[in-house]
């Protein structure tokens, strides 16, 4: 179902990468159109572990995660439940019309009720997957992502949101230093959280960056609306305002700032979210 022979290692060389530096994106995003980036990967053992069960999973109205559960959930011939942050709008956003034509059952919860993530009394046979796939065997599953990567690397860097990707891509990286972008502001239990999805021993370096979330989750700027801009002009990719492009222009100005070595060969994970944007 899921051709992983998609997901290229593409040299990238804006006009702002030194010649000191090299750069490469890895193209998550190419995996599937509907279950793109990482997702895909935070999900696949919940789905297997899932076996027949309903699959029940939390997100707001224009989660990536809800959309690739109900897009995954339909090519599985499964059955989902969206449990979903706050009163249905009287027109859904395109992210909820598609999973709902997708097959997922929405059920919409006021912001409080969400808060405290409880599963319907109607529901509780469904096997749950937390808000954003974030539990042990999402991590799992990203530790299959740099077994794709063609070519070496000094550092790996990912956008943040829960941190699962990230952890997947620490427990299973060597020697290369792991970097992960926080799309929140101030994120700083993300630490604590990651840290609990690690593996005991592990050897490589990684770190958490707050200073690159652009005013906070989904917030966005018109300087980064043109580095989306400018930036597919240079390298033929689109990014996404959330997570991709916040974490591109991170490396952009750590570059500037002299945060990487000469030397440095930097891989980028695009991690899609591509879907419902304007
Ligand atoms: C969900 C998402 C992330 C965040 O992944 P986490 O594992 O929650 O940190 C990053 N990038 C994109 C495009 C996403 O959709």
Known sequence: MFDYRHIITQNITPSWLPDTIQAAMLRLDLLHPE???????KLRHNLEAAGKRTILTFGGAWSNHIAATAAACRLLGRSCIGIIRGEAAPVLSPTLQKAMADGMQLHFVSREAYRLKEVPAWATDAYVIPEGGHNALGAKGCEG?????????THICCAVGTGTTLAGLINSATTQEVRGYSVLKGAGYLENEIAML???HI????????????????KTTPVLLDFIKEFYRETQIPLD???????????????????????SRV???????LQGEP
């Open 267 to 273: 891989l980028l994970i695009h991690t899609g979210g």
């Open 198 to 200: 690690l593996h005991p």
């Open 35 to 41: 279950v793109s980036g990482n997702k895909w990967f």
């Open 241 to 263: 305002r959330v997570y991709t492009a916040k974490l591109v222009a991170g490396f952009r100005q750590q570059l500037q700032t002299g945060q990487f070595p000469e030397g």
């Open 145 to 153: 992502i740099l077994p794709l990567v063609q070519g070496r690397f």
């Open 203 to 218: 050897t490589c370096r990684w770190q958490l960056l707050h200073d690159f979330h652009f005013g906070g989750y989904a």
